[in-house]
């Protein structure tokens, strides 16, 4: 696991921090997931823009893809962020080349998502849990404006996806700053943050958000396999039977046929109610 800094600071400051994140991260988890249409006669604005973040090129659309799928169909906005190519992953190719091959399966499989495809600047295994990340990310949910953000859980067992959590989840937090400068303007439209569900990083992930995925399970299916490794034929570990097994195991539980399940904070696991419904 990756260490984190520690920063000694004044119990009282240190505590009023704690307080401000954790009601920031309840107003985001259970927030209400629908917006006002647009004007009649004016260019249709997306109810729900996805920014989907993850740590290699391949991972948000493995775990997180059908469901990106079905958002599209719908006419959300999809936008998927690979922080690192994970251009280490091949041991038949150099970084540099195995780089140039997944940039262009993400934008092919981005483009069978119907998802718009960024790549940030940092390499495989060396993604730094750091301020600087945090603000480049922030600046790129200030440019993107997303309703919702996925990305990885908080723990597991590669250090990047570690990383790429803890990145994501503080800089929603940077975004909605007007302090924090950047290139863009502050933006404080993020209604959730969801962690998506994948077998590296399976310590502590409690699914709680069961999304049904439909029609679009088979456009996910026939996208991700325009990446060379989800085929098999560069990693022995069968990425397409996983999360095609897991999505009927989802959907079972929650009787929608395949589903494609979520983690959310715990401060957001809670239903506040009038009466007994």
Request: aromatic share 8%; charged share 20%.
């Amino acid at each position: 696991m990756l260490a984190r800094p520690v920063v000694a600071r004044e119990p009282v400051a240190c505590h009023a921090l704690a307080r401000a994140v954790a009601a920031f991260l309840v107003g985001i988890a259970a927030a209400a997931s629908t917006v006002a249409g647009a004007q009649e006669g004016a260019p249709r604005v997306p109810a729900r823009t996805i920014l989907a973040i993850g740590a290699h090129a391949g991972d948000m659309e493995l775990t997180t893809g059908a469901v990106l799928a079905g958002a599209r169909q719908r006419g959300d906005r999809v936008v998927l962020l690979h922080l690192t190519l994970g251009e280490g992953g091949n041991p038949a190719l150099s970084p540099a080349a195995y780089g140039d091959q997944k940039r262009r399966e993400a934008l092919a499989v981005g483009a069978a998502l119907g998802a718009e495809v960024r790549f940030a600047p940092y390499r495989d295994g060396e993604l730094p849990d750091d301020a600087a990340a945090r603000r480049y990310v922030a600046d790129v949910i200030r440019e993107v404006r997303p309703t919702h953000v996925f990305t990885h859980w908080k723990d597991g067992m590669h250090k990047d996806h570690i990383a790429a959590s803890a990145i994501a989840r503080d800089a929603v937090l940077l975004a909605s700053l007007a302090g924090v400068v950047t290139d863009h303007p502050a933006w404080r439209g993020v209604r959730a943050v969801w962690y998506a569900d994948n077998w590296e990083d399976a310590p502590g992930f409690a699914p709680f958000v069961y999304v049904a995925v439909g029609d679009a399970f088979e456009t996910w299916r026939s996208a991700v396999v325009r990446y060379e490794f989800v085929g098999g034929r560069i990693s022995s570990f069968p990425y397409l039977d996983y999360y095609t097994a897991l999505a009927t195991v989802r959907g079972a539980v929650a009787g929608k046929g395949r589903a494609v399940s979520f983690a959310i904070e715990p401060f957001g696991q809670r239903r506040v109610l009038d009466s007994i419904p």
